[in-house]
């Protein structure tokens, strides 16, 4: 198996993209709810860093065993990746847990210090072995409408060779080595296109050979588009009332919405070929 995966078009029902949830998943209940997901026909398909600094980041995880629930890989996920011996052996060192402390991953440092040694290889083992499903790319449907999900940014302008990168690499591979090849490492750590969309650079450029590709990773007070690339994480995790979780109804045209902690309720409408229309609503 590689770390691309695809979905076929979903003729039953309809495909979430959600921004990163860091184990908020209470704020994802009620956001499905709100849009009436119907889990034995709709599916959502998360941009990664599914964990840390949240309330529940083990249930929120454990949402890849659902069939309704994909995820690609996120820096965090791949961060708790790099320490899999340390933390399975129990040997982290002070440095290593700053790091995971840094992160927001306490809720796993809390398990590591005061679980016993069965209860503890159990749970890292369930964690990894989770995480290890996870792919760095997904790609929901084909041809002209087809979306793209990654975490941060795509290493080359071009979809397919993207993907003919992540093919070369065997998923088992990838997620027991400590490293990260570095032709692939911006799909989870690159910040390079978002910095420039913030600088008002390549606004009309497009990633080829896909019709959208949708990101997270990088916190923004709404959604942001450039060219067919969108950027969704609206920090679910932080408690502001201007954060929030953004959601993307898959279609033809683009629903985003946003569910500010403020009760505000923001949606946008993206067409490849026009200016987002937008509107806005206060929930009681």
């Known amino acids: 198996m590689t770390l691309f995966k695809q979905l076929l078009i979903n003729s039953g029902g309809r495909d979430f993209v959600v921004g990163d949830l860091h184990g908020n998943l209470t704020r994802l209940e009620k956001v499905l709810e709100y849009h009436q997901f119907k889990p034995d026909r709709d599916r959502v398909i998360s941009v990664g860093?599914?964990?840390?600094?949240?309330?529940?980041?083990?249930?929120?995880l454990r949402l890849l065993s659902?069939?309704?629930?994909?995820?690609?890989?996120?820096?965090?996920?791949?961060?708790?990746?790099?320490?899999?011996?340390?933390l399975t052996q129990r040997q982290l060192d002070p440095s290593a847990r700053k790091r995971l402390e840094a992160a927001g991953a306490q809720w796993l440092l809390d398990g590591y210090d005061s679980l016993n040694e069965d209860k503890w290889a159990d749970l890292i083992t369930e964690i990894m072995n989770l995480i290890g499903q996870m792919p760095l790319m997904i790609q929901?449907?084909?041809?002209?409408?087809?979306?793209?999900?990654?975490?941060a940014e795509l290493p080359d302008w071009d979809w397919n060779r993207n993907v003919a990168r992540l093919e070369r690499i065997k998923k088992v591979k990838f997620w027991d080595q400590p490293r990260d090849d570095p032709s692939i490492e911006p799909i989870l750590w690159g910040r390079t296109q978002f910095q420039s969309?913030?600088?008002?650079?390549?606004?009309?450029?497009?990633?080829?050979?896909?019709?959208?590709?949708?990101?997270?990773?990088?916190?923004?007070?709404?959604p942001r588009r450039a060219g067919n690339r969108i950027w969704i994480d609206t920090g679910a995790y932080e408690n502001q009332p201007d954060r929030g979780l953004s959601i993307v109804e898959i279609a033809p045209t683009l629903?985003?919405?946003?569910?500010?902690?403020?009760l505000r309720i923001?949606?946008?409408?993206?067409?490849?070929?026009?200016?987002?229309?937008?509107?806005?609503?206060?929930m009681s």
């Open 197 to 222: 969309l913030m600088r008002g650079e390549h606004r009309d450029r497009t990633i080829s050979g896909i019709a959208w590709v949708i990101y997270g990773h990088s916190i923004l007070s709404s």
């Open 66 to 86: 659902e069939p309704w629930f994909f995820s690609v890989a996120g820096n965090h996920e791949r961060l708790l990746s790099q320490y899999r011996q340390a």
């Open 255 to 262: 629903t985003v919405t946003t569910h500010f902690r403020d």
């Open 140 to 151: 929901i449907g084909n041809g002209a409408n087809a979306v793209g999900v990654v975490h």
């Open 49 to 60: 860093d599914l964990i840390d600094r949240g309330t529940d980041s083990m249930n929120t």
């Open 266 to 282: 923001r949606t946008e409408r993206f067409n490849l070929n026009l200016q987002p229309r937008f509107h806005s609503v206060l």
